[in-house]
């Protein structure tokens, strides 16, 4: 059994503190087991949040606030428009992170196939990319922490946000590709709004062992 809640979308946006706190609240009640499985499904504030490998010529210096956290990966921006999800689940044993990576990643492909948009994985290297004219972009990035055998944080899915936030970093450290959202691959405004339920229905029927 999978609950999702969804917490926040435009134009009720959740500041990233907020969210960060919810999802330790949550992630406590799983743990000692009096909460089942939680998809939180939200839009962010703008913020950059930087992971444990974030180093310091990598972080903007225009002043823009950079949250600090407890995941992996380096740096990235969240915002209106980018669908941020965060699956607290408790990981069967021996506890895989990497297959915890490659299921989330499953799942979002099979999202984007909905809208005709064909997303890939891209060996060494997380989240979920696309062909565009000029080489690949990431149109969803994954960053995860588990604690005590249950995940923290997860994905943002790139839905009709600007991609200006992007341009002050290197999002997630890489150099030699782009960024794009569901929107501009597929030619038609594509919001949060309107992904949620496909969202919530693929990661729900995954969950339960069921065909989407």
């Known amino acids: ?41 939200l839009e962010h ?14 972080r903007p210096t225009d002043g823009t606030p950079v949250v600090d956290v407890d995941r992996g990966g380096k740096i990235t921006w969240h915002g209106p ?19 915890h990576v ?10 984007l196939g909905e809208y005709d948009v064909e997303g890939y ?7 979920v990319w696309v062909r565009r004219p000029l080489g ?4 969803a990035a994954i960053g995860v922490r588990v604690q005590r055998g249950v995940t923290m944080h ?10 200006a936030g992007f341009r002050g970093i290197i999002p997630c450290g890489i150099t030699d590709a782009g960024v794009t959202t569901i929107s501009e691959v597929a030619g038609a405004e594509i919001a949060p709004s309107d992904v949620i339920d496909t969202v919530s229905r693929v990661f729900a029927a995954d969950f339960a062992g069921v065909p989407a």
């Open 121 to 127: 994985r891209v060996e060494g290297r997380s989240g």
């Open 1 to 41: 059994m999978l609950d999702i809640q969804t917490v926040g979308l435009s134009p009720d946006y959740v500041p990233y503190l907020d969210g960060w706190a919810l999802q330790r609240s949550i992630h406590a009640e799983v743990v000692t087991g009096t909460r089942p499985d939680t998809l939180l499904l």
């Open 45 to 58: 504030e703008p913020v950059y949040t930087a992971g444990a490998r974030t180093a310091r010529h990598e």
């Open 81 to 99: 428009g980018q669908l941020v999800g965060y699956p607290i689940v408790r990981l069967t044993e021996p506890v895989d992170v990497v297959a």
């Open 136 to 139: 690949e972009d990431k149109v």
């Open 154 to 163: 997860g994905f943002a899915l790139n839905c009709d946000n600007s991609l």
């Open 102 to 111: 490659r299921r989330l990643e499953q799942l979002l492909i099979d999202v």
